[in-house]
């Protein structure tokens, strides 16, 4: 065995090899490396959040981009290979404008405020983003979206129909007649964009203001008339005034009056009573005379029947005992036979009863 193993040292072959295969292996390294971030880099899962409709879209590497489909709220793609979206909003947006010239029917410049809410239709976001410059913009955001297309598809219309619906009044008529112009408004703003993506949810007038030389002159005129109203108010309030003193005189004296008038009917009544008092008295002393004469009348009537009867009851019994002496006489004088039978007895049983008579 040699003294120095030479194996584990690289012939001049080997260190020749690895020169040329390090270098390719890196090569190869670094293309996978790159193809993977490459792949990485063109792969996504785009979400969708609820309230927004989701364009989606390939990006190729060569050629022309091409539609892949929309996504509704909330959502998402997948991982997917180069494809991008746009999302459109399409919940309701509002837009406010402001008028400051407007020319009303008697050719006064009127101010105006007017707001409008709309919202993208959702079935016709394809159409929107195609037809309605949606892909051009450079700032996708959809707030950014919304207001480009309200600025450039709905802003003049609205503001056209406004001023043509607000002219139709004169200044001071236009804020009485709001209702009906945000009807007109609405109806008109509707009709104009029937066949768009845009839907028009509400519209509203604010207020509509004649100029400020209006203003200060109906100002200075409802001063004046408060002014007037006062001053007629306080009038009216004086007269009043002395129409309730007068009343309240009036009402004293009546009372005043009344009381007098009351207190001559009581004393009246009270004389009247009094009055009526001695003539029931009389009235009653009267009746007592004439029924305490009366009684006497029955009375001596009855004893004057008394006596009158006792006398006939006198003269009846004397005039009976007159008959009775006479009868008595007379059978005394009578001579009965002896012979006849009970002769005797009648005799004296005449003689008995004749004398209980007398």
């Not at 009044?169 to 009906?180: D, G, R, V, W």
């Not at 604010?206 to 100029?211: E, L, Q, R, S, V």
Request: net charge neutral; hydrophobic share 40%; glycine share 6%.
């Amino acid at each position: 065995m040699s003294r120095y193993d030479t194996s584990k040292y690289d012939t001049a072959e080997q260190i020749r090899r690895k020169s040329v295969t390090m270098p390719f292996l890196g090569v190869i390294a670094f293309v996978v490396l790159f193809l993977l971030a490459f792949v990485w880099g063109n792969m996504d899962n785009h979400s969708v959040d609820g309230g927004y409709v989701a364009y989606v879209y390939s990006e190729p590497l060569m050629g022309k981009k091409e539609y892949k489909g929309i996504i509704n709220g909330p959502g998402g793609t997948g991982w997917v290979w180069r494809q991008e979206k746009v999302d459109i909003s399409v919940t309701p947006w509002t837009m406010a404008e402001t008028f400051t010239d407007i020319q009303a029917k008697d050719n006064l410049i009127m101010k105006a405020h007017a707001s409008l809410v709309f919202r993208v239709n959702r079935a016709l976001v394809k159409e929107f983003v195609e037809e309605y410059g949606a892909m051009s913009e450079v700032d996708r955001k959809p707030e950014a979206i919304i207001k480009d297309a309200y600025e450039s598809f709905i802003q003049q219309h609205f503001r056209s129909i406004v001023r043509s619906e607000v002219s139709k009044y004169n200044a001071l008529e236009a804020s009485s007649s709001i209702p009906k112009i945000t009807d007109n408004v609405t109806a008109a703003l509707k009709a104009r964009l029937a066949n768009t993506p845009f839907v028009v949810e509400s519209v509203t007038i604010g207020y509509t203001i004649p100029p400020d030389s209006v203003i200060e002159g109906i100002t200075k005129k409802v001063a004046t008339t408060q002014t007037y109203e006062r001053q007629a108010i306080e009038r009216d309030i004086a007269l009043r005034s002395e129409e309730i003193k007068e009343a309240e005189g009036r009402a004293d004296a009546k009372k005043a009056e009344q009381t007098a008038m009351g207190e001559r009917k009581a004393a009246e009544q009270r004389a009247d009573a009094e009055k009526y008092k001695a003539i029931a008295a009389a009235q009653a002393e009267a009746e007592a005379v004439r029924l305490k004469a009366e009684a006497d009348a029955l009375a001596i009537e009855k004893v004057g029947k008394a006596k009158a009867e006792a006398i006939r009851l006198q003269a009846e019994a004397i005039n009976r005992n007159y008959i009775d002496l006479q009868m008595t006489e007379s059978v005394k004088d009578i001579k009965w036979p002896s012979t006849y039978v009970g002769g005797g007895v009648v005799q004296d049983l005449l003689r008995q009863v004749l004398g209980n008579r007398s």
